[in-house]
């Protein structure tokens, strides 16, 4: 007797297409945290500075198109080594324009991650959030209505991790358009921090030490992160104040 065909099979079917590309990204990411941890490392890089700056005088243009797909690949993956690919490309790049090649990539492939986990399962968990209501319902509420700022203090605030900073607006609901705008934007003076940090990487490798990653901790760079951080928190206050006044 042949299979009975039912209506839901061409839905379940789609969306198991739909799952598809971030079930394979998570699955890339397993794998590559497992076999890559040791080829994307400060200490790879050392090895393979000469190789990489031959290449560069080489080849500029196969150079910068290279290290761009292989840091989309970095962020869109999860893998790790978003930091170790930041600093090469100040190393290769130099400040300008490698700092440019460094956020269009980091968001570039922040924005796949994105669209693979809206796809995949955040316009459906968005909408079961939004009708089951409750508190769950109240919060994402809150999130959409200070959308802006808290895209933006993701971004400029170094206690999100940058994969979870991609994947829970999309779990939300947030727009494609506000998302890639808050991305590509807030991660530029992070982007110019350690770009610069990764362009005096040859004084570095030519003392045999490692580059001090905690200068973003420093006053001089920490106190202009947190005034970004307080204006994006401004219009939050304003809406807070404003509706306790009436």
């Known amino acids: 007797m042949p299979p009975v065909k039912t209506s839901r099979t061409p839905g ?13 990204m998570l699955a890339a990411a397993i794998a590559g945290a497992v076999l890559l941890r040791d080829d994307l490392s400060f200490e790879s890089l050392a090895i393979h500075r000469a190789d990489l700056l031959a290449f560069r005088d080489a080849h500029y243009l ?3 198109l290279a290290f761009i797909g292989a840091y989309v690949a970095i962020v869109a993956l999860s893998l790790p080594g978003g930091m170790i690919a930041t600093l090469t490309g100040g190393f290769l790049f130099g400040l300008f324009p490698g700092v440019i090649y460094n956020v269009l990539a980091a968001g570039t492939g922040a924005v796949i991650l994105f669209l693979a986990a809206r ?8 909408r079961r959030l939004e009708i089951g209501g409750g508190r769950v319902a109240r919060l994402q509420a809150g999130l959409r209505r200070n959308e802006w700022s ?5 971004r400029l605030v170094p206690l999100v991790p940058f994969f979870l900073a991609n994947l829970v607006p999309a779990f939300v609901g947030t727009s494609l358009w506000r998302f890639a705008v808050s991305t590509y934007l807030g991660i ?7 770009t610069s940090v990764g362009s005096g990487l040859g004084e570095v490798f030519a003392r045999g030490a490692a580059p001090d990653l905690g200068i973003l901790f420093t006053p001089p760079v920490l106190l202009p992160l947190l005034g970004l951080a307080a ?4 219009p939050v206050i304003l809406r807070a104040l404003r509706s306790n006044s009436e």
Do not use: K
């Open 12 to 24: 379940a079917r789609a969306a198991w297409l739909r799952r598809a590309p971030i079930l394979l």
């Open 62 to 64: 196969w150079s910068v």
């Open 119 to 126: 796809a995949g399962f955040g316009e459906s968990l968005a």
């Open 150 to 154: 808290v895209l933006f203090l993701m």
């Open 188 to 194: 530029i003076p992070g982007g110019l921090v350690f």
């Open 231 to 234: 204006l994006a928190c401004l």
